[in-house]
């Protein structure tokens, strides 16, 4: 049934104009969107979808600038809502802190002049506060743009702003995580963990919310071998944590997830009565819900698919990998047994007939109808003469023929060490895993699995060369890059002209490398003109090009030295210099407004 009073302002940038682009910012939005519209009962009529093509709505364009972002918030705020109605505000995109205060970026944002050209989350926050609506709740997914100083930590304001304002407020990760987003999935990690989390029922108020994002979330990342990613949630009061955040519960598919079983950590909701600013639920410490998919120890080969988390979404998540067992390992102990006691008989007979005198390291070595796990071969290695022992995966033949199971041991083998090359997480390791575990044939119980994986650990190659190339990294881009295996025709084209534009990129970077060196060789402290030497210089990069946001960030930084210097001769009585100076500041940077009326007041005093 549609409802007529909830609304959301779902906001996904991928395509920004002074910054690298994103994956799947947009993709987020829209799928979040989807959701709220088409599934929970929000009124499209209502939300407000801002990417880099959405429609147009109430005869305004859509596309996520700041005035736009701002203008239409404020419309739908006054407008469009009432008493009563719950207000969504999603984010996705680029997050900044600057001189301690969170901004999003949005699509027109100039890294050299943030506090012009963001979106201050205190204000934006101070704007959803003055709705007229009963319930608002703000997720928040900042990416960390490239001008982020490393150790800088994103959010810590949000969430203080949150707390003080009393609005439930949602963060993808803590300041001092990363938040993600993958190819494999084709979203970001938060976006489909929440998306999960609606579809299962188990969300539907603050504190149900919490608990799901706070078990889910680090379990999406663990499985796609991922750096974790833990939410933060931010509820003030903390009674608001039963508050309902969906429009009609009933109308939301409740369908469990499968393979999760409600194993959920039960200590999640805790945190809400905590006094500090912006408590996360979820312990960093809390024990994984499910097991380890690198890690877990590999016992027997499966025989029935293992438990799987569905995709929010049709995304293209791959189900959670559990360690193969055999669906009923009681028959297959019993099967075991009873070929062990004939073979032992058998064993026995020749043994009379002289064997045991003729060799008794092999008649001891024959006992052991089971061979060693991959753990235990590694400490101990089977004797060379014997071949009754272990027999060699090149005779699959053989080994059925003594028994069912030996196959599918010799392929668990290949799985297990495939995963233990994935310990460093570096790219060349994700390679070698794929290598080895596209030894095992296509007959094998363990295809599927191993197929799924190495799809997956594809992917994570994929992303670890798109995210070096998002830090400017071109040269590790490529050579990670060049790791990708052709397991998907398609992926694999586009790694291929990937690394054709990083190549390209590379040769800029180089270029614009050597002339921001140019450009800070001219500064000499205190003189104006070498700073306007070294900002005409940073000016010959390009928006789109590599260097771009660092040479805005040095541009802005000696536009402000520009004008303390003729703020000084102002104090001094030159005015006609202060003048000078001032005029020398370009247009575009956060100090040209100051300058120019700095300018104009000077002037005046001249007049006089």
């Given at each position: 049934?549609?409802?007529?009073?909830?609304?959301?302002?779902?906001?996904g940038?991928?395509?920004?104009?002074?910054?690298?682009?994103?994956?799947?910012?947009?993709?987020d939005?829209?799928?979040?969107?989807?959701?709220?519209?088409?599934?929970?009962?929000?009124?499209?009529?209502?939300?407000?979808?801002?990417?880099?093509?959405?429609p147009?709505?109430?005869g305004?364009?859509?596309?996520?600038?700041?005035?736009?972002?701002?203008?239409?918030?404020?419309?739908?705020?006054?407008?469009?809502?009432?008493?009563?109605?719950?207000?969504?505000c999603?984010?996705?995109?680029?997050?900044?802190?600057?001189?301690?205060?969170?901004?999003?970026?949005?699509?027109?944002?100039?890294?050299?002049?943030?506090?012009?050209?963001?979106?201050?989350?205190?204000?934006?926050?101070?704007?959803?506060?003055?709705?007229?609506?009963e319930?608002?709740?703000?997720?928040?997914?900042?990416?960390?743009?490239?001008?982020?100083?490393?150790?800088?930590t994103?959010?810590?304001?949000?969430?203080?702003?949150?707390?003080?304002?009393?609005?439930?407020?949602?963060?993808?990760?803590?300041?001092?995580?990363?938040?993600?987003?993958?190819?494999?999935?084709?979203?970001?990690?938060?976006?489909?963990?929440?998306?999960?989390?609606?579809?299962?029922?188990?969300?539907?108020?603050?504190?149900?919310?919490?608990r799901?994002?706070?078990?889910?979330?680090?379990?999406?990342?663990?499985?796609?071998?991922?750096?974790?990613?833990?939410?933060?949630?931010?509820?003030?009061?903390?009674?608001?944590?039963?508050?309902?955040i969906?429009p009609?519960?009933?109308?939301v598919?409740?369908?469990?997830?499968?393979?999760?079983?409600?194993?959920?950590a039960?200590?999640?909701?805790?945190?809400?009565?905590?006094?500090?600013?912006?408590?996360?639920?979820?312990?960093?410490?809390?024990?994984?819900?499910?097991?380890?998919?690198?890690?877990?120890?590999?016992?027997?080969?499966?025989?029935?698919?293992?438990?799987?988390?569905?995709?929010?979404?049709?995304?293209?998540?791959?189900?959670?990998?559990?360690?193969?067992?055999?669906?009923?390992?009681?028959?297959?102990?019993k099967?075991?047994?009873?070929?062990?006691?004939?073979?032992?008989?058998?064993?026995?007979?020749?043994?009379?007939?002289?064997?045991?005198l003729?060799?008794?390291?092999?008649?001891?070595?024959?006992?052991?109808?089971?061979?060693?796990?991959?753990?235990?071969?590694?400490?101990?290695?089977?004797?060379?003469?014997?071949?009754?022992?272990?027999?060699?995966?090149?005779?699959?033949?053989?080994?059925?023929?003594?028994?069912?199971?030996?196959?599918?041991?010799?392929?668990?083998?290949?799985?297990?060490?495939?995963?233990?090359?994935?310990?460093?997480?570096?790219a060349?390791?994700?390679?070698?895993?794929?290598?080895?575990?596209?030894?095992?044939?296509?007959?094998?119980?363990?295809?599927?699995?191993?197929q799924?994986?190495i799809?997956?650990?594809?992917?994570?190659?994929?992303?670890?060369?798109?995210?070096?190339?998002?830090?400017?990294?071109?040269?590790?881009?490529?050579?990670?890059?060049?790791?990708?295996?052709?397991?998907?025709?398609?992926?694999?084209?586009?790694?291929?002209?990937?690394?054709?534009?990083?190549?390209?990129?590379?040769?800029?970077?180089?270029?614009?490398?050597?002339?921001?060196?140019?450009?800070?060789?001219?500064?000499?402290?205190?003189?104006?003109?070498?700073y306007?030497?070294?900002?005409?210089?940073?000016?010959k990069?390009?928006?789109?090009?590599?260097k771009?946001e660092?040479?805005?960030?040095?541009?802005?930084?000696?536009?402000?030295?520009?004008?303390?210097?003729?703020?000084?001769?102002?104090?001094?009585?030159?005015?006609?210099?202060?003048?000078?100076?001032a005029?020398?500041i370009p247009?575009?940077?956060?100090?040209?407004?100051?300058?120019?009326?700095?300018?104009?007041?000077?002037?005046?005093?001249?007049?006089?």
């Amino acid at each position: 049934m549609a409802m007529k009073h909830h609304a959301c302002i779902a906001i996904g940038i991928n395509q920004y104009q002074l910054l690298q682009p994103l994956s799947y910012a947009q993709e987020d939005a829209e799928a979040l969107y989807g959701f709220l519209t088409e599934e929970a009962g929000f009124a499209p009529e209502g939300c407000l979808l801002m990417t880099d093509s959405s429609p147009s709505l109430w005869g305004q364009s859509t596309y996520p600038t700041r005035e736009n972002i701002l203008r239409l918030t404020q419309n739908l705020c006054a407008e469009h809502l009432q008493q009563g109605d719950i207000l969504w505000c999603f984010f996705s995109g680029y997050g900044v802190s600057y001189e301690g205060k969170d901004y999003l970026m949005p699509a027109d944002g100039n890294p050299a002049d943030i506090e012009g050209t963001g979106i201050s989350v205190e204000f934006l926050l101070n704007t959803l506060k003055k709705a007229p609506t009963e319930t608002v709740l703000v997720l928040v997914d900042m990416n960390r743009s490239q001008i982020v100083k490393a150790g800088e930590t994103i959010g810590a304001q949000t969430a203080e702003v949150a707390r003080e304002l009393e609005i439930p407020t949602v963060l993808s990760c803590r300041p001092n995580q990363v938040s993600r987003e993958t190819s494999a999935l084709r979203q970001g990690f938060f976006t489909t963990a929440l998306l999960e989390g609606l579809r299962s029922g188990q969300c539907t108020t603050l504190k149900g919310l919490d608990r799901f994002l706070s078990d889910r979330l680090p379990e999406l990342c663990d499985h796609h071998l991922r750096p974790k990613q833990e939410p933060l949630m931010v509820v003030n009061p903390p009674g608001k944590a039963h508050l309902v955040i969906l429009p009609d519960a009933n109308g939301v598919p409740t369908a469990a997830l499968a393979g999760r079983n409600g194993n959920m950590a039960v200590g999640g909701a805790e945190g809400f009565d905590r006094p500090q600013v912006g408590v996360a639920t979820a312990s960093i410490d809390r024990p994984e819900a499910t097991n380890n998919a690198i890690d877990a120890p590999v016992e027997k080969p499966p025989v029935s698919p293992p438990n799987v988390v569905p995709a929010a979404g049709g995304g293209n998540d791959r189900p959670n990998s559990v360690p193969p067992q055999d669906a009923d390992n009681s028959g297959s102990d019993k099967s075991f047994l009873q070929q062990l006691v004939l073979w032992s008989g058998a064993t026995a007979l020749v043994l009379l007939l002289g064997v045991f005198l003729t060799n008794r390291s092999i008649f001891v070595g024959q006992q052991d109808s089971e061979p060693p796990s991959p753990a235990e071969n590694a400490q101990n290695p089977p004797p060379k003469k014997s071949t009754a022992a272990i027999l060699p995966q090149k005779q699959p033949q053989a080994v059925e023929a003594a028994s069912g199971s030996k196959q599918a041991a010799s392929s668990q083998q290949v799985w297990a060490e495939a995963k233990t090359f994935l310990k460093d997480g570096s790219a060349s390791s994700f390679n070698r895993a794929v290598v080895k575990a596209r030894t095992i044939s296509a007959s094998d119980p363990l295809y599927p699995q191993a197929q799924e994986d190495i799809e997956r650990w594809s992917l994570t190659i994929l992303d670890i060369a798109n995210g070096r190339a998002t830090r400017g990294d071109f040269t590790g881009a490529i050579a990670a890059a060049k790791l990708m295996p052709d397991v998907n025709k398609a992926v694999y084209n586009q790694s291929k002209e990937a690394i054709a534009q990083w190549e390209e990129l590379s040769k800029e970077q180089q270029v614009n490398t050597a002339l921001l060196s140019a450009a800070k060789g001219q500064i000499k402290r205190g003189v104006a003109s070498s700073y306007v030497k070294g900002i005409q210089q940073a000016s010959k990069i390009k928006a789109g090009q590599p260097k771009y946001e660092e040479a805005q960030q040095l541009i802005g930084e000696w536009s402000e030295a520009i004008l303390k210097i003729a703020q000084l001769r102002g104090s001094q009585g030159k005015l006609k210099d202060a003048v000078e100076t001032a005029s020398l500041i370009p247009s575009g940077t956060k100090s040209y407004q100051p300058a120019q009326k700095a300018i104009a007041n000077w002037k005046a005093k001249l007049k006089r």
